[in-house]
């Protein structure tokens, strides 16, 4: 049987790197999204004596740059079985006034429509063949809010509902649709939040034992390797430490 081909976005680092690197080892053919173009060239480098690997360099904000993307894919690429709605990310964390225009822009237009757009630009090769698997990469902040959360949480709740909205709509063309919802990952994100303070983003991580990138990329890899009449719809993954948004048992 012809191995599955993958499309990641968000594969340059944290989830979506750990995704491309287990998926690649089990023989996947992968196509690997982000901005960071050498990023994406060392990966292939990495993971080419693996499995097939091919790159797509774009911004999710930009709708022109997604369809252009998924259209240039060469022939043996351009059967996507499996779409991981990854790329993603918070701006800021302030209380709504004072919150940045910018930063909201920013996480409305990644995290809420540039996972429309990929969407889109995949969807009609599913629905033409009755088969595929959207995994949707939502978050805790998407179940919960969390003081100065306010506009991320809204968007992941926004990605909780276009999860919840794919499944109704793609049932009848047999597609799977699911999220797995992350709590405490150690990944760039903080780093990206606090915009390089990177002194402010590790005290995020501090005291506690959070999720790794791995551990999330084994639970994607569950996901998609069930028989395909089982759809794992909505998962909630968290550090043992952390019980919601705002309780995590640190042991400083
Ligand atoms: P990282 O910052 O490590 O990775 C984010 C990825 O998204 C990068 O590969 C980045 O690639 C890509 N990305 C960001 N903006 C864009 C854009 N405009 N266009 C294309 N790609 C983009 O963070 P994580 O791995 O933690 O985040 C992955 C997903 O997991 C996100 O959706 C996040 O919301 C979610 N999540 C993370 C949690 C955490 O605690 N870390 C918890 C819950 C959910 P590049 O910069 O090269 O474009
Ligand atoms: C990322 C997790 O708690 O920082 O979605 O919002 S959190």
Same mark, same amino acid.
């Given at each position: 049987?012809?191995a599955?081909?993958?499309?990641?976005?968000?594969a340059?680092?944290?989830?979506? /790197?750990?995704t491309?690197?287990?998926l690649?080892? $089990?023989?996947?053919? %992968?196509?690997?999204?982000g901005?960071?173009?050498e990023?994406?060239?060392? #990966?292939? /480098?990495? #993971?080419w004596?693996?499995?097939q690997?091919?790159?797509?360099?774009?911004?999710?904000?930009?709708?022109?740059? &997604?369809f /252009?993307? &998924?259209?240039?894919? *060469?022939?043996?690429?351009?059967?996507? @079985?499996?779409?991981?709605?990854?790329a993603?990310?918070?701006?800021g964390?302030?209380?709504?006034d004072?919150?940045?225009?910018?930063?909201?822009?920013?996480?409305?237009d990644?995290n809420?429509?540039?996972?429309l757009? &990929?969407?889109?630009?995949?969807? *009609?090769?599913?629905?033409?063949?009755?088969? =595929?698997?959207?995994? !949707?990469i939502?978050?805790?902040? =998407?179940?919960?809010?969390?003081? /100065?959360?306010?506009?991320?949480?809204?968007?992941?709740?926004?990605?909780?509902?276009? !999860?919840?909205g794919?499944?109704?709509d793609?049932?009848?063309?047999g597609?799977?649709? =699911?999220?797995v919802?992350?709590? %405490?990952?150690?990944?760039?994100?903080? @780093?990206?939040?606090?915009?390089? @303070?990177a002194?402010?983003?590790?005290?995020?991580?501090?005291?506690?034992?959070?999720?790794k990138p791995?551990?999330?990329?084994?639970?994607?890899?569950?996901?998609?390797?069930?028989?395909y009449?089982? $759809?794992?719809? @909505? #998962?909630?993954v %968290? *550090?043992t430490?952390q019980?919601?948004?705002?309780?995590?048992?640190?042991?400083?």
């Amino acid at each position: 049987m012809q191995a599955m081909t993958v499309l990641i976005t968000g594969a340059t680092s944290g989830i979506g /790197k750990a995704t491309a690197e287990i998926l690649g080892s $089990n023989g996947f053919n %992968l196509i690997l999204c982000g901005r960071r173009e050498e990023r994406l060239a060392q #990966l292939k /480098k990495e #993971l080419w004596a693996k499995t097939q690997v091919h790159t797509l360099q774009f911004d999710v904000r930009d709708k022109d740059e &997604v369809f /252009k993307a &998924v259209q240039s894919l *060469p022939t043996d690429f351009r059967q996507i @079985d499996v779409l991981i709605n990854n790329a993603g990310n918070a701006h800021g964390l302030d209380p709504i006034d004072q919150g940045s225009t910018e930063d909201w822009e920013a996480m409305l237009d990644i995290n809420v429509k540039g996972l429309l757009y &990929v969407s889109k630009a995949i969807l *009609p090769q599913m629905v033409e063949r009755k088969a =595929g698997h959207i995994i !949707n990469i939502g978050s805790l902040a =998407g179940k919960e809010v969390y003081p /100065k959360g306010n506009v991320y949480c809204a968007s992941k709740h926004a990605v909780d509902a276009i !999860n919840q909205g794919m499944r109704l709509d793609l049932n009848e063309h047999g597609i799977r649709v =699911g999220a797995v919802n992350p709590g %405490l990952v150690e990944t760039e994100f903080s @780093d990206v939040r606090f915009k390089g @303070d990177a002194q402010r983003a590790a005290t995020v991580y501090k005291g506690y034992q959070p999720l790794k990138p791995e551990d999330i990329a084994e639970i994607i890899y569950f996901v998609l390797t069930r028989p395909y009449h089982v $759809n794992i719809a @909505d #998962l909630v993954v %968290l *550090p043992t430490t952390q019980a919601s948004s705002t309780i995590v048992k640190k042991e400083l």
